[in-house]
């Protein structure tokens, strides 16, 4: 398992709200760019950037998070804990890193080993949704154990390339939510489950 605490300590420093500066072009590059170096430290290899699909997947992201965002302020905190899944959903439609150098060793476990760049992309976005939330809410998240299950990596790679949305399922699965499997990247939709 990674140390989300050590991610957490790495974001860039920002003098305004985690949320707000995650929505800023800016922060969010640096606060990529910084956690790629930091996870390819950990593994053991390097990561090269694509701006312009980091820049089309933020855009994207913000986008969506527009269009539904709820108008009932009592959704608040549920938005706050599903924002992060279509941020995850974004950067695997794009998928804006690969590993250039061989791997020497992988510290945080399997899952990164078997797919480097979508852990990486979990990674990130797990640790700004934990950062922010411990500063809006002075609440820390919990991580289900399928963090660290291979199955359900393979899994979540392999729906992911037929359809992206599901990477926003596996990070409410990482969460410790179920999902609505039919629409997962759909705040509306999240309580509809159809079995």
């Known amino acids: 398992m990674f140390d989300l605490r050590q991610l957490i300590s790495n974001l860039p420093p920002t003098n305004k709200p985690l949320r707000i500066a995650a929505r800023q072009l800016h922060w969010f590059r640096t606060a990529f760019e910084a956690h790629a170096q930091l996870c390819g430290e950990l593994m053991g290899c390097r990561f090269q950037i694509?701006?312009?699909?980091?820049?089309?997947?933020?855009?994207?992201?913000?986008?969506?998070?527009?269009q539904?965002?709820?108008a009932q302020k009592t959704e608040r905190r549920e938005f706050f804990d599903f924002a992060p899944s279509l941020m995850l959903s974004e950067l695997i439609a794009e998928m804006p890193l690969i590993?250039?150098?061989?791997?020497?060793?992988?510290?945080p476990g399997p899952a990164?080993?078997?797919?480097?760049?979508?852990?990486?992309?979990?990674?990130?976005?797990?640790?700004?949704?934990?950062?922010?939330?411990?500063?809006?809410?002075?609440a820390e998240i919990k991580i289900d154990q399928v963090i660290d299950d291979l199955r359900s990596w393979w899994s979540f790679?392999?729906?992911?390339?037929?359809?992206?949305?599901?990477?926003?399922?596996f990070f409410q699965k990482v969460l410790g939510n179920e999902p609505n499997w039919a629409m997962p990247a759909n705040f509306a939709a999240r309580r509809h489950n159809p079995g």
């Open 50 to 66: 694509d701006e312009l699909k980091l820049a089309r997947a933020f855009v994207r992201w913000l986008k969506n998070i527009e």
């Open 112 to 138: 990164a080993e078997f797919w480097p760049e979508g852990y990486v992309a979990t990674t990130f976005c797990l640790t700004v949704y934990a950062a922010t939330i411990d500063q809006e809410f002075h």
């Open 99 to 107: 590993a250039t150098a061989p791997r020497q060793h992988v510290g």
């Open 157 to 169: 790679r392999e729906n992911a390339n037929e359809d992206t949305s599901y990477a926003a399922g």
């Open 68 to 70: 539904q965002r709820p």
